[in-house]
Every structure is written in structure tokens, then in C-alpha cells.
């Protein structure tokens, strides 16, 4: 395996200082040049992978003719939903523990 590291260059690196903010003078530069330069390296090792098959064929897909028609059906009355819930049916409302300030 043969050391053809990418670095970077000092320009490129006064111009990352100023994209995050920093400047030459708070930062250790060595140390700086050393991380970027390993971030560098990561993405070396990462090109070594092949990356060229399609990421969505990893979902399942499911094709329009599958799936079934649109019906419109009736919704649920007021009512038939009072006389289901009769004990938790309150003013039109449905009644629920109280969940808020107690921790549930």
C-alpha cells in the first residue's frame, strides 16, 4: 500500500480559517493542519468504495397498478360515535386522562 496521502496546501488552509471563523492566532496551526488533513485522508478511504449502485433500491417501492381503488364510504355521525364512547364523550368532546403536569 503506497503513502499517497492528500494534504492541504496553506492557502486552502487560511481559507477554511476564515470560512469557521477563526484566526491564525487562536489556533494552533500545526495541530489544525495534522485534523484537516486526517478528515482528508477519511475521505481516501471512503473513495476506495464502490458507490454506484442506486441508494432507493434499497426501499421497497410499490408500483400504482398495486394498490387498491379510491372508494368514498360514509364517515362515522356524531352520534354513532357518542353511543360507542357514551362514558368518554363529553360536550362533543372526547374525555382523556389528563397527561400535562403530572408526568403521565
Not at 486552502?12 to 487562536?26: A, C, G
Request: glycine residues 4%; contains cysteine.
Amino acid at each position: 500500500m503506497s503513502e499517497n496521502k492528500r494534504t492541504v496546501d496553506e492557502s486552502t488552509l487560511e481559507k477554511l480559517l476564515y470560512l469557521s471563523r477563526l484566526s491564525p492566532e487562536s489556533t494552533d496551526m500545526a495541530t489544525l493542519k495534522k485534523q484537516v488533513d486526517e478528515i482528508v485522508g477519511y475521505f481516501d478511504i471512503l473513495s476506495k468504495y464502490d458507490d454506484s449502485e442506486n441508494p432507493y433500491d434499497a426501499y421497497p417501492s410499490t408500483k400504482a397498478e398495486c394498490l387498491r381503488e379510491d372508494e368514498i364510504v360514509a364517515g362515522l355521525e356524531m352520534h354513532d360515535v357518542k353511543k360507542i364512547n357514551e362514558p368518554n364523550f363529553m360536550d362533543g368532546y372526547f374525555q382523556v386522562p389528563k397527561v400535562l403536569g403530572e408526568g403521565a
